[in-house]
């Protein structure tokens, strides 16, 4: 759990994934589309990703990836994610965080 913590604070948003998730690589996308400054770790390419992944289910994450992290607070998976982008309230939270400059 340690771990998760100070990975999600190495930059204003980050993911874990999978390379294989299709889901993962759509949130991606959205973050990179945005111009976002991010972190993006593969957790099926990083030692002790199942470790990782063991711990993000344990913090509610399920499915585990993608799992997204916002100012070191997670703001949950893709359901979550997609939500927030539709409502529009997605780039203002990243544009607090320093993540967005637009």
């Not at 100070?6 to 996308?29: G, N, R, W």
């Amino acid at each position: 759990m340690e771990r998760v913590t100070k990975l999600a604070s190495e930059k204003p948003v980050v993911i874990f994934s999978k390379s294989s998730c299709c889901m993962s690589h759509t949130i991606k996308t959205l973050f990179y589309d945005f111009g976002v400054d991010l972190a993006v770790n593969e957790l099926d390419k990083m030692p002790g990703g199942y470790e990782i992944e063991q711990a993000l289910l344990r913090l509610g994450c399920n499915p585990s990836v993608p799992a997204v992290f916002i100012g070191g607070e997670l703001v949950g998976g893709a359901n979550e994610v997609m939500s927030l982008h539709l409502n529009r309230s997605l780039v203002p939270i990243l544009k607090r965080v320093g993540a967005l400059w637009v």
